[in-house]
């Protein structure tokens, strides 16, 4: 019951104007960096420093379009439908009236990223995106050593060059945290001092 209801109250903050709007402003906090990088404990652990936050998974709503659409995207954030949707949700959650929103995800297409963020931004919110950055072998490191997740190393692996690919840019869109030496709650602490 409380899950529907608060599906509820995310449709009804989306449908709302911005007359509607308190003053108080919501911080995006998106998370990203390559497959198994450690956004979701780093995310965990922001979540407990910060008051008044929540943590949003924009993979739900992609898994669901995804059996919906039977499966004919490769990867379900080449869905249009599935950008808007979080764009939506995250507007719909930043009227709630939490301080921060943490988005652990990621989206290696900067052009994807944008579309989402974007109404955000021309909402007055403000999104602050991070991006975990790791070499290669680190990376592949944590992946092998990942045991609670072993059915999603395979895509981890897999997707590491196109990480290193869209690193720069990635990069130049938000801010970079090199995790290679740090474990999730100091990479939480670092994301906690400059939203400070």
Known sequence: MRTRQFAIDVVRGCAQT??????????????????GVG?????????RRLPSSMTFNPEVIGSALALLTLGRARDFQDIALWRT????A??????????FVIVPMTVLNVDYLAEILKPL?????NPRLFVLDVTEATLRCRIACDRSNVKAAEWRYANIGQYLDSRSTLAEAGELI??????????AGRITACLA
């Open 18 to 35: 911005k007359a509607d709007d308190e003053v108080r402003v919501t911080t995006v906090v998106w998370i990203n960096g390559p497959f």
């Open 39 to 47: 956004k979701t404990s780093a995310a965990a652990d922001l979540a």
């Open 85 to 88: 949707v979080c764009s939506l």
């Open 90 to 99: 995250l507007r719909g959650l930043a009227r709630l009236g939490f301080r």
């Open 121 to 125: 931004r021309d909402e007055q919110s």
């Open 178 to 187: 090199d995790t290679n030496n740090l474990s999730a709650q100091a990479v």
